[in-house]
Protein backbone atom coordinates (compact mmCIF):
# COMPACT_ATOMS: atom_id res chain seq x y z
CA UNK A 1 0.00 0.00 0.00
CA UNK A 2 1.19 3.43 -0.84
CA UNK A 3 2.96 5.30 2.53
CA UNK A 4 0.43 8.85 2.79
CA UNK A 5 1.96 11.58 4.80
CA UNK A 6 -1.01 14.40 5.81
CA UNK A 7 -0.29 17.71 7.62
CA UNK A 8 -1.01 19.28 9.78
CA UNK A 9 -2.17 16.50 11.93
CA UNK A 10 -4.41 18.77 14.34
CA UNK A 11 -4.50 22.60 14.25
CA UNK A 12 -7.03 25.09 16.33
CA UNK A 13 -8.68 27.88 14.40
CA UNK A 14 -9.94 31.04 14.34
CA UNK A 15 -13.66 31.51 12.98
CA UNK A 16 -13.28 33.43 9.62
CA UNK A 17 -9.87 32.32 8.58
CA UNK A 18 -8.31 29.60 6.30
CA UNK A 19 -6.22 26.37 6.71
CA UNK A 20 -4.65 24.20 4.29
CA UNK A 21 -4.10 20.80 4.72
CA UNK A 22 -1.52 18.79 2.84
CA UNK A 23 -1.39 15.29 1.52
CA UNK A 24 1.87 13.69 -0.04
CA UNK A 25 2.19 9.77 -1.29
CA UNK A 26 5.20 8.20 -1.62
CA UNK A 27 4.06 7.00 -5.08
CA UNK A 28 2.53 8.21 -8.33
CA UNK A 29 -1.27 7.25 -7.59
CA UNK A 30 -4.19 7.85 -10.23
CA UNK A 31 -6.90 8.73 -7.70
CA UNK A 32 -6.74 11.06 -4.19
CA UNK A 33 -9.57 12.07 -2.77
CA UNK A 34 -10.43 14.61 0.01
CA UNK A 35 -13.02 13.17 2.83
CA UNK A 36 -14.38 15.09 6.13
CA UNK A 37 -15.63 12.52 9.46
CA UNK A 38 -17.98 14.90 11.67
CA UNK A 39 -17.98 14.33 15.02
CA UNK A 40 -19.77 10.95 15.57
CA UNK A 41 -20.20 11.10 11.65
CA UNK A 42 -18.87 8.82 9.06
CA UNK A 43 -16.42 9.50 6.70
CA UNK A 44 -18.48 11.83 3.66
CA UNK A 45 -16.90 12.66 0.16
CA UNK A 46 -15.81 15.76 -0.54
CA UNK A 47 -14.54 16.08 -3.73
CA UNK A 48 -12.34 14.13 -5.91
CA UNK A 49 -8.80 16.00 -6.58
CA UNK A 50 -7.90 15.83 -10.18
CA UNK A 51 -4.38 16.20 -11.93
CA UNK A 52 -4.10 19.02 -13.72
CA UNK A 53 -7.46 19.85 -13.97
CA UNK A 54 -10.56 21.26 -11.67
CA UNK A 55 -11.61 18.59 -8.66
CA UNK A 56 -14.92 17.41 -8.75
CA UNK A 57 -17.05 18.38 -5.71
CA UNK A 58 -20.08 16.33 -4.37
CA UNK A 59 -23.15 17.41 -3.55
CA UNK A 60 -23.38 19.93 -0.40
CA UNK A 61 -19.45 20.85 -1.23
CA UNK A 62 -18.60 24.10 -3.26
CA UNK A 63 -14.73 25.22 -4.45
CA UNK A 64 -14.86 28.56 -2.55
CA UNK A 65 -15.36 26.86 0.48
CA UNK A 66 -12.74 23.61 -0.07
CA UNK A 67 -10.53 24.91 -2.93
CA UNK A 68 -7.98 22.08 -4.20
CA UNK A 69 -4.91 21.51 -5.54
CA UNK A 70 -3.27 19.03 -7.35
CA UNK A 71 -0.60 19.85 -9.39
CA UNK A 72 1.01 16.46 -9.56
CA UNK A 73 0.27 12.92 -9.52
CA UNK A 74 1.80 12.60 -5.91
CA UNK A 75 0.32 15.70 -3.85
CA UNK A 76 -3.13 17.64 -3.19
CA UNK A 77 -4.18 20.02 -0.58
CA UNK A 78 -7.38 20.57 1.28
CA UNK A 79 -7.93 24.58 1.76
CA UNK A 80 -11.22 24.93 4.40
CA UNK A 81 -11.78 28.81 3.66
CA UNK A 82 -13.48 31.10 5.92
CA UNK A 83 -13.74 28.65 9.05
CA UNK A 84 -16.66 28.21 11.17
CA UNK A 85 -17.25 26.11 14.21
CA UNK A 86 -19.15 23.69 12.15
CA UNK A 87 -16.25 22.89 10.10
CA UNK A 88 -14.50 21.50 13.39
CA UNK A 89 -14.41 18.05 11.53
CA UNK A 90 -11.35 15.66 10.62
CA UNK A 91 -10.04 15.70 7.35
CA UNK A 92 -9.21 12.63 5.29
CA UNK A 93 -6.85 12.24 2.37
CA UNK A 94 -7.22 8.82 0.31
CA UNK A 95 -5.81 7.69 -2.47
CA UNK A 96 -5.99 5.09 -4.99
CA UNK A 97 -2.86 3.50 -5.94
CA UNK A 98 -2.87 1.17 -9.08
CA UNK A 99 -4.62 2.13 -11.88
CA UNK A 100 -8.37 1.29 -13.43
CA UNK A 101 -10.53 -0.47 -11.69
CA UNK A 102 -7.63 -0.92 -8.89
CA UNK A 103 -7.09 2.37 -8.31
CA UNK A 104 -10.29 3.02 -7.94
CA UNK A 105 -12.27 0.33 -5.57
CA UNK A 106 -9.27 0.26 -3.11
CA UNK A 107 -8.57 3.60 -0.96
CA UNK A 108 -5.77 4.22 1.28
CA UNK A 109 -6.48 6.66 3.46
CA UNK A 110 -3.81 9.25 5.40
CA UNK A 111 -3.58 9.65 9.30
CA UNK A 112 -6.06 12.92 9.01
CA UNK A 113 -6.15 16.38 10.33
CA UNK A 114 -8.32 17.05 13.20
CA UNK A 115 -9.40 20.52 12.78
CA UNK A 116 -11.40 23.12 15.56
CA UNK A 117 -12.63 25.54 14.89
CA UNK A 118 -12.94 28.26 17.65
CA UNK B 1 -28.63 8.32 -3.06
CA UNK B 2 -26.17 5.37 -2.60
CA UNK B 3 -26.60 4.33 1.01
CA UNK B 4 -24.75 1.89 3.38
CA UNK B 5 -26.67 1.31 6.84
CA UNK B 6 -24.78 -0.86 9.38
CA UNK B 7 -25.29 -2.83 12.77
CA UNK B 8 -25.23 -2.60 15.51
CA UNK B 9 -23.78 0.91 15.95
CA UNK B 10 -22.20 -0.01 19.09
CA UNK B 11 -21.41 -3.78 20.56
CA UNK B 12 -19.73 -4.27 23.85
CA UNK B 13 -18.05 -7.98 24.32
CA UNK B 14 -15.69 -9.78 26.17
CA UNK B 15 -12.51 -11.34 24.86
CA UNK B 16 -12.58 -14.38 23.41
CA UNK B 17 -16.22 -13.89 21.66
CA UNK B 18 -16.95 -14.24 18.01
CA UNK B 19 -18.88 -11.03 16.95
CA UNK B 20 -20.31 -10.26 13.89
CA UNK B 21 -20.93 -6.85 11.74
CA UNK B 22 -23.44 -6.09 9.25
CA UNK B 23 -23.62 -4.19 6.45
CA UNK B 24 -26.40 -3.14 4.01
CA UNK B 25 -26.52 -1.39 0.73
CA UNK B 26 -28.74 0.36 -1.60
CA UNK B 27 -25.99 0.95 -4.38
CA UNK B 28 -26.45 1.74 -7.97
CA UNK B 29 -24.80 -0.03 -10.56
CA UNK B 30 -22.61 -1.71 -7.13
CA UNK B 31 -19.01 -2.35 -7.81
CA UNK B 32 -17.56 -3.28 -4.81
CA UNK B 33 -17.42 -3.00 -1.17
CA UNK B 34 -14.72 -2.60 1.36
CA UNK B 35 -13.98 -3.27 5.11
CA UNK B 36 -12.42 -1.21 6.99
CA UNK B 37 -11.00 -0.47 10.91
CA UNK B 38 -10.78 2.81 12.77
CA UNK B 39 -8.47 3.11 15.23
CA UNK B 40 -8.11 6.46 15.56
CA UNK B 41 -8.30 8.93 12.77
CA UNK B 42 -7.12 7.18 9.60
CA UNK B 43 -9.30 3.85 8.26
CA UNK B 44 -7.16 1.01 7.61
CA UNK B 45 -8.43 -0.95 4.56
CA UNK B 46 -9.67 -4.54 5.48
CA UNK B 47 -11.41 -6.38 2.71
CA UNK B 48 -12.74 -5.84 -0.51
CA UNK B 49 -15.82 -8.29 -1.97
CA UNK B 50 -16.81 -7.87 -5.45
CA UNK B 51 -18.00 -11.72 -5.41
CA UNK B 52 -21.08 -13.16 -3.94
CA UNK B 53 -20.59 -16.20 -1.95
CA UNK B 54 -16.71 -16.02 -1.80
CA UNK B 55 -15.47 -15.35 1.78
CA UNK B 56 -12.42 -13.40 2.06
CA UNK B 57 -10.15 -14.39 5.44
CA UNK B 58 -7.58 -12.57 7.22
CA UNK B 59 -6.34 -14.32 10.53
CA UNK B 60 -9.18 -13.96 12.82
CA UNK B 61 -11.25 -12.00 10.32
CA UNK B 62 -13.32 -12.63 7.68
CA UNK B 63 -15.69 -11.13 5.61
CA UNK B 64 -18.41 -12.59 3.04
CA UNK B 65 -20.84 -10.59 0.42
CA UNK B 66 -24.80 -11.60 -0.40
CA UNK B 67 -25.31 -9.98 -3.61
CA UNK B 68 -29.05 -11.11 -3.39
CA UNK B 69 -29.62 -9.82 0.05
CA UNK B 70 -27.53 -6.77 -0.93
CA UNK B 71 -25.39 -6.88 2.33
CA UNK B 72 -22.24 -8.17 3.67
CA UNK B 73 -20.72 -9.49 7.53
CA UNK B 74 -17.80 -9.28 8.83
CA UNK B 75 -17.02 -12.04 11.17
CA UNK B 76 -14.16 -11.58 13.99
CA UNK B 77 -13.30 -14.68 16.20
CA UNK B 78 -11.38 -15.09 19.46
CA UNK B 79 -12.09 -11.10 20.02
CA UNK B 80 -9.01 -9.26 21.79
CA UNK B 81 -8.76 -5.87 23.51
CA UNK B 82 -6.85 -4.58 20.11
CA UNK B 83 -10.09 -5.64 17.97
CA UNK B 84 -11.38 -2.45 19.59
CA UNK B 85 -12.54 0.61 16.95
CA UNK B 86 -14.88 1.60 14.88
CA UNK B 87 -15.28 -0.63 11.84
CA UNK B 88 -17.11 0.85 8.68
CA UNK B 89 -18.41 -0.80 5.72
CA UNK B 90 -18.25 1.72 2.22
CA UNK B 91 -19.40 0.67 -1.11
CA UNK B 92 -18.84 1.51 -4.33
CA UNK B 93 -20.78 2.15 -7.72
CA UNK B 94 -20.09 2.08 -11.11
CA UNK B 95 -21.11 4.72 -12.81
CA UNK B 96 -20.74 8.29 -13.68
CA UNK B 97 -19.83 11.06 -11.64
CA UNK B 98 -17.64 10.66 -8.23
CA UNK B 99 -15.53 7.76 -7.77
CA UNK B 100 -15.37 7.57 -3.82
CA UNK B 101 -16.93 5.52 -1.58
CA UNK B 102 -20.09 5.95 0.50
CA UNK B 103 -19.49 5.05 3.73
CA UNK B 104 -21.79 3.72 7.00
CA UNK B 105 -21.99 4.86 9.96
CA UNK B 106 -19.96 2.29 11.67
CA UNK B 107 -20.18 -0.40 14.24
CA UNK B 108 -18.45 0.53 17.26
CA UNK B 109 -16.83 -2.43 18.81
CA UNK B 110 -15.25 -2.72 22.68
CA UNK B 111 -13.78 -5.51 23.93
CA UNK B 112 -13.32 -5.77 27.33
CA UNK B 113 -10.47 -7.76 29.18
Known amino acids: SAVISQKPSRDICQRGTSLTIQCQVD?????MFWYRQQPGQSLTLIAT?????????ESGFVIDKFPISRPNLTFSTLTVSNMSPEDSSIYLC???????????????FGAGTRLSVL | EDKVVQSPLSLVVHEGDTVTLNCSYEVTNFRSLLWYKQEKKAPTFLFMLTSSGIEKKSGRLSSILDKKELSSILNITATQTGDSAIYLCAARNSGGGADGLTFGKGTHLIIQP
Open chain 1, 27 to 31: SQVTM
Open chain 1, 94 to 108: SVGPGTGEVAKNIQY
Open chain 1, 49 to 57: ANQGSEATY
